[in-house]
């Protein structure tokens, strides 16, 4: 039998309410996959949506979750990138007898893909439910994140985009633009904050040279003071739909080895006023539909940076796909009352001779802005921060956990679902890295879920936050490497690239 979406041949559907959009997905016949390194980004969706499996290289849970499917690394090859996971995904038997098993044309979603994933994807019968690479990549650039803002109205921090040369042609720079003495610097690209450098003197300057010098282009910034903060949106044929506003948390010592490094997020009503909220969905918005202009279709993040002494709102970076707080955004309570964001993006992708929305984005909107933030959320990224590789010798299951006399976590219950732990005092534990593993700089060991504000008026983890992330550190434990693996280091001259691909 051809793999043909039977969908095709369905009479159309008018989705004229959240009930129906619930039951078109329970409904749901084509094949959907998560392809990726973990099922962290999109953890959740398959109680949403029928014949959702991930297809994941770290087996996070143990074997415990029915929609993860694990393909084992057989350490043939060096992954540097996530791209490189995903195609050894692709290529894996098992993921080709699970391939020639399906009836249907399936659908699939990635973190990060390139030319070449979307060529197999062809050949093996796989619709990729995204924009092109090639759009992605040339929106994911900063410097056209910058571009586009300034079309859709939306101000980014007072910035020039120049070529750099040398400290004394930075202050040149900045002084004809008006920019003051201290500045932040951006590449078009980099993950995490791994290219965002912080200048206030020379020595700042001559420890990111090289970095900066090799770009064509740079985005210089003045440096505001200012909070960070964290939006997910979605473009589609129906207009933007947008999520909620969450505070971010940026370069903490203790969870994260670089300055300008994201490494976790709140969501809760009195994080911003009314007003901040209303000024952010309509910029997104606005965003939104530019991007749709461009081709761009489906989801995207906003990161936007208040100025804390004029309280203006600037627009920070873009992400052209699905992000680190996509969990926090789909499994929020909101969208546990109604539906996840990432559903509108599914919809998107559906045929328009097939599926059709009749729903009111304004009052949905409206509804997120007024209950978005309902309850109290929390995620902190945590990343080995030590330079040395060591060998990680113990480590925590994933699932619930409580927090004992002593300050020190103990497991409730191993399982999958962030939302079995929505109490106080219990925090969900997605671990990443397990025992056995290497542990290098910047490598994400595992991923919190609290339901505490963690965050001081600062940006720095509060006493509450402190007590939680001390507790998690504990929960692993490392030994340096013996002979036999300094060879294997020595050998693979970065053996860290293995596991690079897995960083959120």
């Keep these: 039998m051809s793999k043909t979406n039977q969908s095709i041949q369905a009479p159309k559907k008018i989705l004229k309410s959240i009930a129906d959009i619930k039951r078109h997905f329970a409904e749901n016949d084509v094949p959907t996959y998560f392809i990726s390194a973990t099922n962290f980004n999109l953890m959740g969706l398959h109680e949403w949506v029928r014949g959702w499996q991930n297809i994941n290289l770290v087996d996070c849970f143990d074997g415990r979750h029915p929609q993860v499917l694990i393909v084992e690394d057989d350490h043939a090859q060096v992954f540097e990138h996530m791209e490189d996971i995903n195609r050894y995904l692709l290529g894996s038997p098992q993921v080709r007898s699970l391939l020639d098993t399906q009836t249907n044309r399936g659908r699939a979603i990635f973190l990060f893909f390139d030319a070449q994933i979307e060529a197999v994807c062809q050949a093996l019968n796989l619709d990729i439910v995204l924009p092109g690479n090639s759009l992605v990549r040339e ?10 803002g300034n079309q859709a109205g939306v101000r980014s921090v007072p910035n020039v985009l120049t070529k750099v040369s040398s400290y004394a042609e930075l202050c040149e720079i900045a002084a004809a633009a008006g920019l003051g003495e201290r500045w932040v610097i951006q590449t078009a690209y980099g993950d ?68 300008g490094g994201w490494c976790g997020n709140e969501l809760y009503s009195a994080a911003f006023s009314a007003a901040i909220r209303q000024q952010v969905q309509q910029k997104s918005e606005a965003i939104g539909n530019a991007l749709y202009e461009r081709g761009y279709r489906g989801y995207f993040e906003l990161d936007y940076l208040i100025d804390l002494d004029s309280n203006e709102v600037y627009l920070g970076e873009l992400n052209a796909r699905i992000t680190g707080i996509s969990a926090m955004t789909n499994l929020s309570d909101f969208s546990a009352g109604n539906i996840p964001l990432f559903l509108f993006h599914l919809l998107e992708y559906e045929p328009e001779s097939t599926v059709d929305l009749d729903l009111d984005r304004d009052g949905f909107n409206q509804r997120m802005l007024e209950q978005g933030a309902t309850g109290t959320a929390a995620q902190v990224i945590l990343k080995y921060i030590d330079e040395p590789l060591k060998i990680i010798t113990e480590a925590p299951v994933s699932g619930v956990y409580t927090m004992n006399a002593d300050g020190d976590l103990t497991l409730r219950q191993a399982g999958f679902s962030r939302r079995d732990a929505l109490g106080d005092d219990e925090a969900y534990i997605l671990r990443i890295m397990a025992a056995g593993e290497y542990a290098y700089k910047g490598g994400d060991l595992a991923i919190m879920f609290l339901n505490r504000i963690i965050r001081s008026d600062r940006g720095a983890l509060n006493p509450v936050g402190e007590q939680w992330v001390s507790a998690l550190k504990r929960c692993f434990q490392f030994r340096q490497l013996n002979q036999e693996e300094r060879s294997l280091v020595e050998l693979h001259r970065n053996p860290a690239n293995v596991k690079s691909g897995r960083e959120q």
């Design 139 to 148: 929106i994911d650039s900063k410097i056209v994140t910058t571009e586009i």
């Design 192 to 259: 995490s904050g791994k290219t965002t450098f912080f200048i206030a003197s020379e020595l700042d300057y001559q420890k990111v040279a090289r970095q900066v010098e090799i770009e064509e282009m740079v985005k210089v910034m003045r440096w505001v003071n200012c909070t960070g903060t964290a939006i997910e949106a979605c473009a589609t044929r129906w207009g933007t739909f947008v999520g909620p506003l969450l505070t971010e948390l940026i370069g903490i010592e203790s969870l994260t080895p670089y300055p």
